[in-house]
Antibody, heavy 119, light 112 residues
Framework: EVQLVESGGGLVQPGGSLRLSCAASGFTFSGHDMHWVRQATGKGLEWVSTIGTAGDTYYPGSVKGRFTISRDNAKNSLYLQMNSLRVGDTAVYYC?????????????WGQGTTVTVSS | QSVLTQPPSVSAAPGQKVTISCSGSSSNIGNNYVSWYQQFPGTAPKLLIY???KRPSGIPDRFSGSKSGTSATLGITGLQTGDEADYYC?????????????FGGGTKLTVL
């Protein structure tokens, strides 16, 4: 079964750091681009970052310089290092697998992990 | 404000057809594939349509997608109460030499 399982969410103070993990199984992890997407309560989906199979990375301006996406193909794992966290980063964070043809297609999603940034 | 524009809400009666639009520009929808996602409250999004008009295995043919120019449309026929959910369009955008994933703001479907 193709599966993505996120972990690492929790409560952190503004300015703090957190590292999210996403464990992949049931498919060839190294052969897919991977994404992080977040959703604040009652809001829409917001793209957070993408990493290609070659390790190329992409970020929106809202997190660039603060967040770092990485992958360990030997461990079938995706990571998101989040530094200088802000209250506005509070959301459910999903990892998602990119489709084989179109990078922006997210064909498998994890269940999400909740990040709360509050003092 | 999202780069891709969707109506905040649509509604129709059971058995009827509804369409949800997604409007963008030449740098996103106009030159890239569009995908659509269905999300029920408290759950992760689910891929509904990819590469403009293809359905993943298990998605009924009541769901369809199309793209024309810088706009895309999700169609749902034979509406069921179980289709009540939020729907999002998504695509890639290239600006200069940077790439971005773009989502629409989402559309809440109500089946009256």
């Amino acid at each position: 079964e193709v599966q993505l399982v996120e972990s690492g969410g929790g409560l952190v103070q503004p300015g703090g750091s957190l590292r999210l993990s996403c464990a992949a199984s049931g498919f060839t992890f190294s052969g897919h681009d991977m994404h992080w997407v977040r959703q604040a309560t009652g809001k829409g989906l917001e793209w957070v970052s993408t990493i290609g199979t070659a390790g190329d990375t992409y970020y929106p301006g809202s997190v660039k310089g603060r967040f770092t996406i990485s992958r360990d193909n030997a461990k079938n794992s995706l990571y998101l290092q989040m530094n200088s966290l802000r209250v506005g980063d509070t959301a459910v964070y999903y990892c998602a697998r990119a489709g084989p043809v179109d990078t922006a297609t997210m064909d498998v999603w994890g269940q999400g992990t909740t990040v709360t940034v509050s003092s | 404000q999202s780069v891709l524009t969707q109506p905040p809400s649509v509604s129709a009666a059971p058995g009827q057809k509804v369409t949800i639009s997604c409007s963008g520009s030449s740098s996103n929808i106009g030159n890239n594939y569009v995908s659509w996602y269905q999300q029920f409250p408290g759950t992760a999004p689910k891929l509904l349509i990819y590469e403009n008009n293809k359905r993943p295995s298990g998605i009924p043919d009541r769901f369809s997608g199309s793209k024309s120019g810088t706009s895309a449309t999700l169609g749902i026929t034979g509406l069921q109460t179980g289709d009540e959910a939020d729907y999002y369009c998504g695509t890639w955008e290239s600006i200069l030499r940077a790439g971005f994933v773009r989502f629409g703001g989402g559309t809440k479907l109500t089946v009256l």
